[in-house]
């Protein structure tokens, strides 16, 4: 096997809305449906946490379909959320630890979360907690 290379396999998925084939790390969950950018951009959402308009659309969509506290979150949507809110408060830092999430992918999950104004991040005493609203 001298000189062959070695290919990370890369996970695919579809989105679900063009049903173009994308790497599965540069895909974005919402509402339990894969999009990828082009098609997340399209449906209005954004991929930034503090976006008023992804916000009006996400607690609109959750209200027309009677949808309260984390119903309707995938389950590791739910799970975040139900950590945070058992603990009162949480760093990102401790929610990366207890999720095995770098930066990145902590900042997916929390999306669809402050979006649909379930989490918000909060100062106390210098430093950032985030913090459940509903």
């Known amino acids: 096997m001298a000189g062959s290379a070695i290919k990370k396999r890369v996970n695919m998925v579809q989105c679900s809305r063009c049903k173009r084939e994308i790497a599965e790390a540069r895909s974005y969950v919402h509402q339990g449906k894969v999009y990828c950018e082009d098609c997340l951009m399209d449906i209005g959402l954004s991929i930034k946490e503090c976006d008023p308009w992804a916000s009006y659309i996400e607690t609109s969509g959750r209200k027309r379909h009677g949808e309260k506290g984390a ?10 959320y139900e950590y945070i809110k058992s603990r009162g408060r949480a760093t990102r830092q401790e929610v990366m630890q207890r999720f095995g999430f770098s930066d990145e992918d902590l900042k997916l999950q929390l999306l669809p979360l ?4 379930l989490v918000k991040e909060r100062a106390e005493g ?6 459940t609203i509903a």
């Open 71 to 80: 119903a309707g979150m995938t389950e590791l949507e739910t799970n975040i």
């Open 114 to 117: 402050m979006h649909s104004e």
């Open 126 to 131: 210098g430093k950032e907690y985030l913090v």
